[in-house]
């Protein structure tokens, strides 16, 4: 390292490389400092954004409770997930409202509507658990629509997932459906078998149903095919 004899060497060669460097060094500096504040910048806006969509998600929730209740606030419930979707349709919360939207086209009947607001969930690119809620939700409303492939085909696609138990007892529903009781009632008890293994299994007597009706209808069948 060069020694400098005099502190008015020092002071020379300090003005001597700040001629040199200052200039790049004070550009660096800018630049860094710009990129540290605009990326603060830019998590202080996502989280506004978030705590926005929070705000009129839980609005969505308490009008929907009425809506449910006693029918009252039906469109201002749809009005506030007409907001989240148009604005923050990035988030879970625009994708929750959706599914909103698509309960109650399937309550009037409406399932195309409840289809398009189904698909329009899956194309925001869902987290795992909303994509398997959402496609079952979709299987069911095609099924509703008499469309059995279709839904079958989702339902065959939830089978090893979160949504296993659900998926298993709509593919009975649609194999009973379309005659085949046998391959049915192998859902239903598939269905059965795999609630009863989970930590939290689900309170589903009617599934229980399900498997005793189908289980004495074909008893009933071999003993009529028997008897000829």
């Known amino acids: 390292m060069e020694t400098y004899r005099t502190e008015e060497e020092q002071v020379e060669a300090i003005k001597h490389w700040w001629r040199e460097n200052g200039k790049s060094t004070a550009l660096g500096v ?23 969509a929070s705000v009129l998600y839980e609005n969505l929730l308490q009008a929907d409770a009425a809506v449910q209740s ?19 349709s990035g988030h879970s919360y625009a994708q929750y409202a959706a599914l909103i939207q698509a309960k109650y086209a399937v309550n009037d009947g409406d399932y195309d509507a409840a289809e398009a607001e189904l698909n329009w969930v899956l194309a925001q690119g869902p987290d795992a658990a909303i994509k398997a809620q959402t496609q079952l939700r979709l299987a069911r409303v095609q099924f509703a629509k008499g469309e059995l492939d279709a839904a079958l085909a989702i339902a065959e696609g939830l089978k090893d997932g979160s949504a296993a138990v659900q998926a298993l007892e709509l593919q009975g529903d649609v194999m009973r459906a379309q ?15 795999i609630n009863r293994q989970q930590e939290n299994p689900l309170n589903n007597p009617l599934l229980k149903m399900k498997i005793n009706s189908l289980a004495a209808e074909q008893g009933a069948d071999k003993n009529t095919t028997a008897q000829n």
């Open 70 to 88: 006693n029918g009252s606030k039906r469109e201002t419930a749809e009005h506030l997930a007409n907001t989240l979707k148009d604005g923050f």
């Open 30 to 52: 800018a630049i860094a400092l710009s990129l540290v504040f605009g990326w603060r910048g830019w998590n202080n806006y996502q989280a506004d954004r978030a705590a926005e």
């Open 179 to 193: 005659g085949d009781k046998a391959a049915a009632l192998e859902a239903y008890r598939q269905a059965d078998a």
